[in-house]
């Protein structure tokens, strides 16, 4: 079946810095992601709607220049949390439309702990 | 904003029982998709019902589709301790799928 992979699974890194998360669609081309912020036992926030060759489309309240969202491929599309503070500590997870039509099933990836200290 | 919400937020049974949770949406869908998630990890993809159907099986997992009560159903039957997760149901309407708060699911052994 379609698989979305994301990488790091883990990661720690100092206030200040930046870091990427990639997230890959392994057997389809997906002209649509979507990154998720969750929290604690807490649903998916829907950050933003990345796709292929424009621009993302960020959700209210989500800073754009905080998280940079490049979709540069059909399988390829990753965030970059830059000047990463410690409150952007949290787990991100991203998903891919199998297919163009809305109506096809979206695949999540395994989900990426970021960890600023 | 949440589309979905799911109901109970937390349900606690013996194996062996079935599991029913509810998910109420707000407006017209194209489908809905029922989630799973494990602690800490993303999340696996267990049914889409599409808006013209009314029910639909998978193994032991049964969903039906309520379009005039926008509300959806999961009914996981002869539950075993591995189903003990958290369950997400998710609307998607063009272009964006939003997600309800999640029903978490103990399976007592």
């Known amino acids: 079946g379609a698989v979305v992979s994301q990488h790091p699974s883990w990661v720690i890194c100092k206030s200040g810095t930046s870091v990427k998360i990639e997230c890959r669609s392994l057997?389809?081309?997906?002209?649509?992601m979507f990154w998720y912020r969750q929290f604690p036992k807490q649903s998916l926030m829907l950050m933003a709607t990345?796709?292929?060759?424009?621009?993302?489309t960020y959700e209210q309240g989500v800073e754009k220049d905080k998280f940079l969202i490049n979709h540069a491929s059909l399988t390829l599309s990753t965030l970059t949390v830059t000047s990463a503070h410690p409150e952007d500590s949290s787990f991100y997870i991203c998903?891919?439309?199998w297919g163009s039509g809305s109506g096809n099933t979206i695949y999540f990836g395994e989900g990426s702990w970021l960890t600023v200290v | 904003s949440q589309q979905g919400e799911e109901d109970p937020q937390a349900l606690s049974i013996q194996e062996g029982e079935n599991a029913t949770m509810n998910c109420s949406y707000k407006t017209s869908i194209n489908n809905l998709q029922w989630y799973r998630q494990n602690s800490g990890r993303g999340l696996v993809h267990l049914i889409l019902i599409r808006s013209n159907e009314r029910e639909k099986h998978s193994g032991r997992l049964r969903v039906t589709l309520d379009t005039s009560k926008k509300s959806s159903s999961l009914l996981i039957t002869a539950s075993r301790a591995a189903d003990t997760a958290s369950y997400f149901c998710?609307?998607?309407?063009?272009?964006?799928?939003?997600f309800g708060g999640g029903t978490r699911l103990m399976v007592k052994p």
């Open positions: 998903s891919a439309r």
């Open positions: 990345s796709n292929e060759g424009s621009k993302a």
């Open positions: 057997d389809f081309q997906a002209t649509t």
């Open positions: 998710a609307t998607d309407p063009p272009g964006m799928l939003t």
